[in-house]
C-alpha cells in the first residue's frame, strides 16, 4: 500500500506563485506517471500535469507556461511550482501517481490540497 500526502496549498493574491509538494510513502518498489489534478467547486476533475519516471512532461493548455511539475526520485516525490497564478486556478489540486507492485501499476491517490487565488 501506498500512501500520497499533499502540502503547499493556500490563499494567495492573483499573479503569486505556490508551490504544492506530494510524498509518497509506504511498500514502494518504483514509482511511475506522477500527476496532479485539480477540481474546482461545481466542475469536474482535471489534469493538470503529469510527469514521468524518466522526467518527460505535460501540461493543461490552461497552465502551459505558468505551471512547472518536477518530481525527486530518490524521496518519492512530485511538485508542482505555479506561478502567475489566477482566480480560476481556484481548486482543490490532487496528486495521483502510480507505484509498482507485483507486475502491474495501480495508481493512489492523495487528499487534496486547496489552492484559492484571490485578493
Known amino acids: 500500500q501506498v500512501q500520497l500526502v499533499e502540502s503547499g496549498g493556500g490563499l494567495v493574491q492573483p499573479g503569486g506563485s505556490l508551490r504544492l509538494s506530494c510524498a509518497a510513502s509506504g511498500s514502494i518498489v518504483s514509482m511511475g506517471y506522477m500527476r496532479w489534478y485539480r477540481q474546482a467547486p461545481g466542475k469536474q476533475r482535471e489534469l493538470v500535469a503529469w510527469?514521468?519516471?524518466?522526467?518527460?512532461?505535460n501540461y493543461a493548455d490552461s497552465v502551459k507556461g505558468r505551471f512547472t511539475i518536477s518530481r525527486d526520485n530518490a524521496n518519492n516525490t512530485v511538485y508542482l511550482r505555479m506561478n502567475s497564478l489566477k482566480p480560476e486556478d481556484t481548486a482543490v489540486y490532487y496528486c495521483?501517481?502510480?507505484?509498482?507492485?507485483?507486475?502491474?501499476?495501480?495508481?493512489?491517490w492523495g487528499q487534496g490540497t486547496q489552492v484559492t487565488v484571490s485578493s
Open positions: 495521483n501517481a502510480e507505484a509498482y507492485y507485483r507486475g502491474s501499476w495501480p495508481d493512489y
Open positions: 510527469i514521468s519516471s524518466r522526467g518527460s512532461t
